[in-house]
């Protein structure tokens, strides 16, 4: 990444923890949150419901992680909600200054449809014979520029939508020590403890 791609990531980083971002800013944000849990269904149903009530929606969900999208915008209030309900034990923010792979896409889009417009002139002009060629050309073209407004239609999705996710580290419990008493003493009189080992054994 250049000096100036860092310099504008620190920044913006700063802006997503922060809650300051402006939703007309060229940068794709995100977050990932790692935070314990004893339930992970419980706890990936409550973080879905609050990103759906935010206007966003799950992207990926697995045994380790859930992925959440929400509006650039709305982010942080999520971000506060898992804060809020689960202590994160570790936290990482990153911010992609988009801005240039925005201007070349759209620079090369502008391009092909300039070409395109010429094709359009070629074929009313054409003799039969290079009617076949235009054609085939401009069909050829037709595809590029469509693939190129499906990468602009997805670029401007991560700039629209934060991503956010949520890792899941399940707390330990810690089986009870082989030699702690029972509260009632007429079953520590009975040796279950020792009982209870000998069947484990």
Known sequence: MSARGCAAALMLCGALASGSLHADQQVAVGASLTIQVSDRDRTAAAAIAKAEALRGYFSAFDDDSVTLKVPAERSRELIDFVKANWKPVEETYRADDVAGSLDELRAELKAKLELYAQYE?????????????????????????????????????????????????????????????????????????????????
């Open 121 to 201: 002139k070629l074929l009313a002009a054409a003799d039969a014979g290079g009617i076949l060629e235009v054609e085939a050309a401009a069909t050829r073209l037709i595809r590029e520029i469509e693939m190129l407004k499906g990468r602009l239609r997805a670029l401007q999705h991560r700039i629209d939508f934060a991503t956010v996710q949520v890792n899941f580290r399940l707390l330990e419990r810690q089986r009870p020590k082989d030699d702690a008493a029972s509260p009632f003493p007429w079953l520590n009189s009975l040796g279950l403890n020792s009982l209870l080992q000998g069947f484990e054994r």
